[in-house]
């Protein structure tokens, strides 16, 4: 805090902070920024705010965000007022929020998948014992109750392979039912 406090927002940023993984278009975007201000536009730095990742002095990695504004003195001659702050906390709990979400999301596409696979047995099976029963009646039963199963196997297909799990493609649901009814009746 004591290095950087009253020190030129231009040195502050492209001299005291050893800034890391800092991309060349985004040095570029700050002194674009920095340029415009120096030539007397006060509005190119309005609400802007850079998130970078810096070494602290006990080498440490830490995430920060420049929040960059201008400061207009009646004297005349404009000038630029930086806030860093400290997000590392904030980035930790994002990644790891990140993290358990995609966890999370090949966790429930497995269990889809081992539901389908599952109905898809169940359905094998019936239609095994489809093919020992004499009575047409009987067989019939076995064939509405394979179908069923297969309806079910179906939505448990689309949902594993849908991008998202709050909804389903029901016109490509529709169209795979009606034809998978089409083929066994």
Not at 127 to 136: A, F, P, V
Not at 144 to 171: C, G, P, V, W
Request: aromatic share 8%.
């Amino acid at each position: 805090r004591s290095s950087v406090i009253g020190t030129a927002a231009w040195e502050v940023y492209f001299g005291l902070l050893p800034v890391r993984n800092q991309t060349a278009e985004n040095q570029q975007r700050i002194k674009d920024m920095f340029s415009r201000f120096i030539t007397g536009d006060a509005d190119s730095f309005q609400h802007k705010s850079v998130e970078t990742l810096i070494i602290s002095e006990n080498d440490e990695e830490r995430n920060i965000c420049l929040t960059i504004f201008p400061i207009v003195a009646e004297a005349g001659g404009n000038r630029l007022g930086v806030i860093i702050s400290d997000i590392t906390a904030r980035k930790k709990a994002e990644n790891s929020i990140r993290s358990s979400l995609e966890e999370k999301e090949i966790l429930l596409k497995e269990i889809h998948h081992r539901v389908k696979n599952n109905l898809q047995i169940i359905s094998s099976l019936l239609h095994l014992q489809e093919s020992y029963i004499k009575d047409r009646d009987d067989a019939e039963i076995f064939r509405d109750s394979r179908n069923r199963i297969k309806t079910m196997a179906m939505i448990h297909e689309k949902l594993y392979q849908s991008k998202e799990f709050s909804r389903l493609d029901f016109t490509s649901y529709v169209r795979s039912l009606g034809a998978g009814l089409f083929t066994a009746y």
